[in-house]
């Protein structure tokens, strides 16, 4: 039996953490989902493999030295799934946390969450996103002296 929690949430119109991780895993194993991006290019790409009010899906390549900067997802609930190689996420709660993902890693977080993906590795790496509702808006921030400060504000337009 399927109750309202392991369907769309009607008020906010995000899908639940289960289906978000099920989506994810289903586009992570596409076999063509690397040439969706340069994999050669010597900043990140990045390319939206499907989107709908409730559900966004992107695949990002990371070049070796890459990074997305300190951001939310503007109250998006989020997950990532590392396809190749392998990234850092440093993530803010309290202070700053690292966590390293290899090849076949999920992460998943809150519409709160603040962090900076990074490709410190040597080669490129190939990563699926999963957002729910669609991405609207992310904030940039800045870390100086220990502390997050808000830098700008990105609407959708900008990616």
């Known amino acids: 039996m399927t ?28 076999p063509a989902l ?7 290019a010597t900043e ?12 966004q ?4 390549a990371w070049p ?12 998006a609930i989020g997950a990532f799934r590392v396809v190749r190689g392998s ?7 309290a202070g700053e946390q690292r966590r390293r993902l290899g090849a076949g890693d999920l992460r998943m977080f809150s519409g709160t969450h603040i962090h900076d993906v990074r490709n410190v590795g040597a080669r490129p790496a190939l990563s699926v996103h999963a957002y729910s509702p669609n991405l609207a808006s992310m904030t940039r921030y800045t870390l100086t002296d220990g502390r997050l400060a808000v830098a700008d504000v990105d609407e959708g337009e900008q990616w």
């Open 3 to 30: 109750t309202t929690s392991e369907t769309t949430r009607p008020s906010t119109g995000q899908v639940t953490r289960s289906h978000l991780l099920l989506t994810l895993r289903l586009f992570a194993e596409d």
């Open 34 to 40: 690397a040439e969706l991006v340069d994999l050669d």
């Open 44 to 55: 990140r790409t990045w390319h939206q493999v499907t989107s709908t009010p409730q559900l």
């Open 57 to 60: 899906v992107w695949v990002i």
């Open 64 to 75: 070796p030295g890459t990074s997305t900067g300190w951001h939310d997802h503007g109250g």
């Open 87 to 93: 990234l850092d996420e440093h993530s803010w709660a």
